[in-house]
């Protein structure tokens, strides 16, 4: 069994996490553990019709941001990656200077000190130099930095689409690949607009 935790915090995109747990939920060996922020809850109930009750029956195990004792907390606890989405400006800022006064964040700064994957979904544009300096911290620290940019290439035509396709690519980096999720296949022939003349 892969345990993998997601996290919501108080960035806008509260649907990139409920996505992910939705997509985990359809994976038999995928253990999910989700911390859910305050800013993160007033997020999910500004941009969606979810409550977090929803969450909790999207996932495995919920956790309390402010439980430090919980076993996220340690490395000797096995997660085999830690997504989160999204992720918000004081949440990169903590990790990437291992401020662990919360779970997100301690959770975080284990998977980055064990050697195991994490990705965050930044949700910031634009951004100033002190934010490209976080996520050149977190990067050489080991972690990976993913703003959610649309994949306009596969043409979507629904948010839901975007949504989908971004949590499918985060899943690649977590190294838990994904069934349907859309891939680059090459460019289309180019259309002929008339005869060759």
């Known amino acids: 069994m892969r345990r993998l935790v997601v996290a919501i915090t108080g960035a806008s995109g509260a649907l990139l996490g409920v996505e992910a747990l939705r ?9 999910t553990h989700v911390i859910v922020t305050g800013s993160g809850l007033q997020t999910l109930h500004q941009e969606t019709d979810l409550t977090f009750g929803d969450i909790r029956e999207l996932a495995d195990h919920v956790h309390k941001n402010h439980d430090l004792a919980s076993e996220l ?40 000190k064990e050697r195991r994957p994490l ?3 930044f949700r910031e544009t634009p951004f100033h130099l002190g934010h490209i300096r976080l996520m050149e911290q977190v990067t050489m620290n080991g972690g990976i930095v993913m703003p959610p940019m649309p994949a306009f290439y596969l043409k979507p035509r629904t948010v839901e689409e975007i949504v989908e396709q971004t949590v499918g690519r985060a899943f690649d980096l977590l190294r838990m690949p994904l069934e349907h999720t859309r891939r680059w296949s090459g460019l289309e022939p180019p259309r002929r607009e008339g005869a060759d003349g």
């Not at 997504?83 to 990437?96: E, G, M, N, R, Y």
Request: charged content about 15%; glycine content about 4%; proline content about 2%.
């Open 23 to 31: 997509r985990a939920a359809e994976v038999d060996d995928i253990e």
């Open 73 to 112: 907390a340690s490395g000797s606890f096995q997660v085999d990656g830690m997504l989160v989405a999204p992720c918000s400006v004081t949440t990169l800022s903590s990790i990437a200077n291992s401020y662990d006064a919360n779970l997100v964040v301690r959770a975080a700064d284990v998977m980055l």
């Open 119 to 121: 990705v965050l979904l």
